[in-house]
Each structure stands twice: as C-alpha cells, then as structure tokens.
C-alpha cells in the first residue's frame, strides 16, 4: 500500500511538472518571445486556487501599473462592505428642517436609471432642505490622473453628492435651415435633465465631428458643429463640491437645498435618521466591470469610506481594507484610487491572484460570474467566444498597458485564476489582447 501511495504521489508531481512546463512553453511562444512585445515588461501568474497552487509564475512578484485591473480589488472591497442595495442619503427630520447626510452614491439621477428613490423622497419633503458638508476628504481629481483628460467623459470628478454622473450630455440635432446667420440656427443643444444653468457656451467653426470642450478651470463650453445628423457627447462639469450638483438638483426638484451649518448638524445628533436606499449594489457592480465604468469605481470607495470611517477619505478607506482585508498580498501594493485611471498604482500579478482567490472564496462563484464580464461580452467584446463559457476576466489598458485578470477554464475543467500584466510595450492593445488570448486558450 505505501509502495501504491508512492507511486501516486510520484504521478501527481511528474503531472504537475509536465503542466508547468507546458504552460511555461506555451508562454514564451505567445508571450515572451514574440515580436510584438520585445521590448514590453511582462508579468504572469497561473494559479489553482483550490490546491493553493502556482501553475506558472514568470517576473510575477515585479510590479506593474494594473490600470483597471484595479477594478477587481474594488469589486472585492465594494462586495464585503457595501449592503446589497446602495444607501443613497441618510435623512435627518428636525422640528424646522431635514438634514441630508449624503454617502456618495453615484446611481443619484443618473441615466443608466429609470427610478431614483431619494429624488422622490426629496422631491415630496415639505420642510426646508439641508446638506452636510463636512465629510469630503478626497480631492475631485485622483492622484495620478492625466491632466489633459479633463474633458473626457471617463475622468468625471469624484464629491460627496454625485449628480447625473457627474456629466452633462451634449446633443446635436440637425434642423432643415438653410444658409443660417449662425452656427446655433443650425443644431438644437439640449442636456438630458435640462437644467436651467447659465453656464458660457461659445461656438467655434464646424467639423467633420461634433465637439463640446469645456475650460479646463470653469464651467463655460466651446461648441463645434459636426456633419453628424445627430450626435451626442458626455463632458464632465467641475463640481465645486456641492455648489454644480445643488445648482443642477435646484431646478429638478423645484426647489433649493442649502449648506448646513454647525449648529444645525448639532441638532441633528440626538435623532436617528432614515437610510433611503437607491439601486441594487450587483447591478451597478457590472455595470462598473463590464465597461469598467471610472467613476462608479471611484465613488464606490468614497461609499465604502462612509459607511465605516463616517467620512469620505479614498486614501484612508483604501489603508483600512489594504490591512485589514488584503494584508496577505505577496507584495506589498501601492494603491491610490478605485478606477486605475492612476499610473501610480502598483500591483504584481501574483498579488492579483491574492484578490482572485479571496473573491471566490467569500463571495462564491456564481457572485462572480453575475459581476465578470465573460468572452465576446463587455470589455472582452472583442474576444473569441467560439469556445463558450471558458473566462470571467477583468481588462486594464491606457497607453503602453494592457492586463487581464480573473479566472479561466482548463481543459481538464478547472477553473484557475490568472493574471497576465503588460507595461511599456508599444503596439495597439488589440494586438496584446490577442496575443493573451491565444495563450489563454492553450490552457
């Protein structure tokens, strides 16, 4: 019998060395020896994570820029702490007014929704309206962010009361005027919540595209015709705190929400509020991972802060769940935001199978399979889904990186977790994303 058990146990070793240089050849076909990435960084981790076991590891204890990749930390943070449906306020009722605390939540009359619970509580409330003021600690923009995208619509700021996503939509639409005197006789421009702002929009002369640009320091817009019948384009409005999102929320409700001062949140402390609650905490979570979605990503940090520091401090949420929740990663991380719009984030692939083995592990497979997006479906769109269900896999790409992260199925029907990180490499994200593909599926 010892003999028998010796044997089996030589089999397994002799089968787990042959897996690994498999996979080790197969990487460096598909990888590490191609053309494409020469010159790139690259990190790869393959892991059985009901063995506890490492497949294949080459440089996966360096550090790489995960871009949003990120996302997948977030989705672990935002899956422990956030309740399964988003706290969007808690409402204090004093004997002259209602205090609003608000907790960040970035579903408040946001377009990807068609009901919005605390609108309709606000909007029904007869008593003058306060907000708190006092719980922002993060700044607008995150550490790290490009500068130049400002204007973009997937660099929305971050504050504490989020309004329309912290976006407004520009339209074009094409009237039958001919010859007009100026370009406005020419296009209707509207938002898709018409506030009444008397926000500067100039125009500028026509072009192939319809372009908004906004100042880079105010709320005035420059607008450019386009040959488009239609068109719209989302720019992100400098928030001012609460200043943008009351001004906006004023004429929505039809009526104003003023500042709170000291005194009045005083007051507030010997009475319980009333937690009004928006959207389902899973839907925005795919929402967020399948077109990775910057700005629910970041505002779901701010949301974690709130609910357990009473304050919204992306830095210091980020400490609590890096020492409480992740302090076994193999190499320590630096993380400074929820998206991974920041290129000062630093994370080594085998700390991204860390998250990967704990998310599966607390939350289950079918929690990940509800938020992943799986081949041929958001962000992997452009992945071949001719095999079927074969990856639950996160993306991360900004100029010279592209990553991958989440979880594959073998062969032999197992599902291992992988992450495979690219920096500096010089050719399209495309031209990455099939190369890993193609490795992937020699799995």
């Keep these: 019998m010892f003999k028998n058990a010796t044997y089996l146990l030589f089999l397994l070793l002799l089968n787990a060395c042959s897996m690994q240089q498999v996979i080790q050849k197969q990487a460096k076909h598909h990888l590490l020896k191609d053309k494409a990435l020469a010159n790139a960084h690259v990190g790869i981790a393959i892991n059985d ?32 702490y956030l309740p399964e449906q988003l706290p969007a306020a808690m409402l204090t009722n004093l004997d ?27 909007r029904s409330i007869q008593k003058p309206l306060y907000i708190r ?56 421009l509207f938002l898709y919540s018409n506030p009444e702002i008397n926000w500067p929009v100039n125009f500028t002369k026509p072009r192939t595209s319809f372009l908004v640009k906004r100042n880079e320091h105010e ?40 500042i709170a001062d000291p005194n009045l949140m005083k007051q507030s402390i010997s009475n319980s509020p009333e937690i009004v609650y928006s959207q389902s905490r899973d839907t925005l979570l795919k929402k967020m991972m399948y077109r990775s979605d910057n700005f629910y990503a970041d505002q779901v940090l701010e949301m974690i802060s709130q609910l357990l520091l009473n304050k919204m401090d992306e830095a210091a949420i980020i400490q609590v769940v890096l020492n409480q929740d992740l302090k076994q990663l193999p ?64 993306t991360g790409s900004m100029g010279g990186i592209y990553c991958l992260s989440g979880y594959v199925l073998s062969k032999k029907g197992k599902w291992l977790s992988f992450s495979i990180m690219v920096n500096n490499h010089n050719t399209s994200s ?8 193609a490795f992937l599926q020699t799995l």
């Design 331 to 394: 190499v320590k991380p630096r993380w400074v935001d929820g998206s991974g719009l920041s290129r000062y984030n630093q994370f080594s692939a085998s700390d991204m199978i860390q998250v990967l083995n704990q998310l599966k592990a607390e939350q289950g497979w079918e929690k990940i399979k509800a938020i992943f997006p799986q081949a041929g479906v958001g962000t992997l769109g452009g992945m071949d889904r001719k095999e079927g269900e074969f990856i639950y896999a996160k």
């Design 219 to 258: 709320n005035s817009f420059l607008l450019a015709e386009g040959r488009e019948q239609s068109a719209t384009q989302s720019v992100p409005f400098i928030s001012n705190g609460l200043n943008t999102a009351l001004l906006l929320l004023k004429d929505s409700l039809g009526k104003e929400i003023k």
């Design 49 to 80: 994570g009901e063995a506890n076991t490492f497949l294949y590891q080459y440089q996966a204890d360096k550090w790489f820029v995960p871009a949003s990749n990120i996302k997948i930390v977030t989705a672990y943070a935002a899956l422990k």
């Design 430 to 437: 495309g031209t990455i994303r099939k190369k890993i593909e």
């Design 96 to 122: 002259t007014a209602v205090l609003i605390t608000p907790m960040g939540d970035p579903t408040f009359l946001h377009p990807d929704f068609s009901v919005h619970p605390l609108f309709n509580k606000l």
């Design 133 to 188: 003021n006092d719980q922002w600690f993060s700044p607008a923009l995150g550490p790290g962010w490009s500068v130049e995208d400002y204007n973009e619509h997937y660099q929305a700021e971050r504050n504490a009361f989020p309004i329309y996503g912290n976006l407004i939509q520009w339209f074009q639409e094409r009237t039958t005027k001919e010859n007009p005197t100026n370009p406005q006789d020419t296009i209707d």
